[in-house]
């Protein structure tokens, strides 16, 4: 099934500091402004004047409402290079918490040296992983004015240093952006509207050690009334992500969230428009020449038709059959001639299933029902011969 997901801090990003930092001129903006020198005086100097968030001593982490932000900031300027010209005491750098949050801190240098992160007290912390690249990076629940420390190696070519604090509350969501959430034990919601009927996904990730279940559900607002949509569940997101995926009619909504108290978890949302092309009577099936990507929402009940025609006796056909949804399923009848030659249900997201269809010419019709007035959710038709 088609997944999409924002990258998560970590690997990507970490490669596009890199990319940036390591092939920047050691240029400031005062010398470029500095227009009436000699031009030639200008270069030479340019090639020893360093950028002002280099070989900081301190830096401070900033909050960021969520992670998109956090990465347009340190992709325009908020990243910290090191190089041997650092001159802090005893090669120590201090980060400093400026709000609470959740706080990121990644050090990579470019001879890939391992630079530990420490705590107040300069105690070497522990490090979590964020994502399954093995790129390493510290992430932790912090308040305003805690103290951090990376302890730069003493021969080192170029070290980069990204941080920053994103919030771990927050309410309405847009998308195709992360967010992320502090367990307090109690349901929490997320509006977010729909305005075209569309596939909307929600993948759900725990980040640091405690890995408990969440509540899910999905609610709509009707005439100032919220009801709730399809099926609730619960998942347990370790570092593994858990997709959830819902077909939403136009309309405001909201996400209902379960988290155990104190454990972090990252919400990515996802919404990608989905045109309603259906045929509800068999003599006007569609024809299963690609496949078929297609959802059904709460309001949608009629049955839909589709059809494969085998051509040739050398090589046969056969169907397959899967979904994505949230509990609930889909059931497919296939028919030749009006009579009924085979009934699958499918009800689980990782289960494809197949309908080898007879070795005769003729065409051949798939009928596709919800099994719950409840389901919403996608299906997925395709044909192969074999």
């Known amino acids: 099934m088609a997944r ?25 903006a005062n010398v470029r402004t500095n227009i009436n020198t000699d031009k030639i005086t200008q270069k030479k100097t340019a090639r020893y ?60 240098s470019n001879d890939e040296t391992k630079i530990p992160v420490y705590d107040a ?21 912090v308040k305003t004015g805690d103290e951090f420390y990376v302890k730069l190696p003493e021969k080192i070519d170029k070290v980069i240093i990204l941080t920053g604090v994103i919030k771990t509350e ?35 990730t725990s980040i640091g050690k405690k890995h408990e279940k969440v509540g899910v559900y999905i609610e709509k607002n009707v005439n100032g009334t919220w009801k709730k949509v ?62 078929i990507d297609s959802i059904y929402t709460s309001t949608e009940k009629a049955a839909r038709w589709y059809k494969a025609s085998v051509s040739s006796t050398k090589k046969r056909k056969a169907v397959t059959l899967s979904k994505d949804s949230v509990g609930g399923g889909f059931k497919f009848c296939v028919y030749q001639k009006g009579k009924r030659l085979k009934t699958v249900k499918v009800t689980k997201n990782d289960k494809v299933k197949t309908v080898k269809l007879p070795k005769k010419k003729g065409a051949y019709y798939v009928k596709v029902t919800k099994l719950t007035s409840k389901t919403t959710g996608a299906y997925y038709l395709g044909t192969y011969t074999y």
């Open 49 to 108: 004047v360093e950028p002002e968030e280099w070989n900081k001593e301190e830096l401070t982490a900033y909050q960021f409402d969520s992670e998109v932000d956090m990465m347009k900031y340190l992709v325009s300027g908020g990243m910290h290079l090191y190089n041997k010209n650092y001159k802090g005491s005893d090669r120590w750098v201090k980060i400093k918490v400026a709000d609470p949050g959740l706080f990121m801190v990644g050090v990579v």
């Open 230 to 291: 399809g099926y609730g569940t619960t998942v347990k997101p370790d570092k593994y992500d858990s997709a959830l995926l819902y077909g939403l009619e136009a309309g405001k909504y909201r996400l209902a969230l379960k988290t155990p108290k104190d454990q972090i978890i990252n919400i990515e949302y996802t919404r990608d428009k989905s045109k309603k092309k259906a045929a509800y009577k068999k003599s006007k099936a569609i024809n299963l020449k690609s496949d």
């Open 121 to 141: 007290s300069k105690k070497r912390i522990i490090v979590n992983n964020l994502n399954d690249g093995g790129d390493k990076e510290y992430v932790g629940i």
């Open 4 to 28: 999409r997901g924002i990258k998560k801090m970590g690997a990507v990003l970490i490669a596009a500091g890199l990319s940036i930092a390591m092939c920047s001129p050691s240029v400031s």
């Open 170 to 204: 927050f309410t309405s969501m847009a998308n195709q952006k992360s967010y992320y959430e502090l367990g307090k034990g109690t349901t929490t919601y997320h509006p977010f509207s729909v305005a075209k009927r569309s596939k909307v996904q929600f993948d759900i």
